[in-house]
């Protein structure tokens, strides 16, 4: 379950490549994406490897994890934008592939059901990439939510809202709440490959291997799931026993 890579760039270079290869197996594949610091490198890697290859992507379909709440596509901290200047518009993706919770919707519990909808009617997510939050949280799902929970509002916790206030010129602009796909939708998908890179994710790294599988730690639901795995640089695996590290 846990796979040792040498570096964040050996991650990104393996993880691109893997990615690449299911939108070219399957053309109309559906992705789940996620955002942050960590993706940064995987991204950049998937545009170098698309611009080389050139393989039809018009018929992917992305969905994103989640979005703040109050931000507009066009805030430069809204989600919306990192993945488009990160991989939509690099990658040439028309706005009908792209899907992203509205975090700026009248309707919240109406945009909540039909995410979820959403991502049924395309067929369900073939891949889920996903990070990890310093105290769990998997998309933004943060510690307790409910296993069976579909796209949601969720009030995120102090400990993430410090740990993603470096992207915010101060602590105050910090949204205080989000909009989720749930864990239910993240379980639902075929592949799931969760990355963890650097040191100050050792420790959530070795809380989740110790932990049960228990609403308390997001990411121990998947310890359910059968296509499942970790890919973990040097310094995020440096908590963990080493005989339980497959080094890729
Ligand atoms: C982002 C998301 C979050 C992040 C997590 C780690 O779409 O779903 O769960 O993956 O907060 O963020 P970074 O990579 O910035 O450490």
Request: some cysteine.
């Amino acid at each position: 379950m846990f796979y040792l890579f040498s570096s964040p760039e050996a991650i990104a270079n393996h993880l691109s490549q893997r990615l690449l290869q299911i939108m070219q197996e399957k053309p109309d594949a559906v992705l789940g994406l996620a955002t942050g610091s960590t993706m940064e490198p995987v991204y950049a890697h998937l545009v170098e490897l698309v611009r080389l290859q050139k393989p039809d992507l018009s018929g992917i379909t992305t969905f994103n994890l989640d979005e703040y709440i109050g931000l507009p596509p066009s805030h430069p901290q809204s989600y919306n934008y990192y993945m488009h200047q990160h991989l939509f518009n690099p990658l040439g993706l028309n706005e009908e592939q792209i899907n992203l919770p509205c975090g700026v919707c009248e309707n919240q519990e109406q945009e909540c059901q039909e995410y979820s909808e959403r991502i049924k009617a395309a067929g369900g997510l073939d891949f889920q990439l996903l990070g990890i939050g310093t105290n769990g949280h998997i998309g933004f799902n943060e510690p307790y939510t409910p296993f069976d929970s579909l796209t949601h509002v969720i009030e995120l916790s102090e400990n993430t809202r410090l740990d993603n206030g470096r992207f915010f010129d101060n602590q105050d602009e910090v949204p205080t709440h989000a909009i989720t796909m749930g864990i239910k939708d993240i379980m639902d998908a075929k592949e799931v490959v969760l990355v963890a890179t650097g040191e100050h994710k050792a420790q959530v790294m070795a809380d989740l291997f110790n932990s049960p599988v228990d609403e308390f730690m997001p990411a121990s639901a998947l310890k359910q799931h059968g296509n499942f795995c970790v890919y973990l640089d040097e310094a995020a695996a440096g908590l963990l026993p080493a005989n339980v590290l497959k080094r890729i």
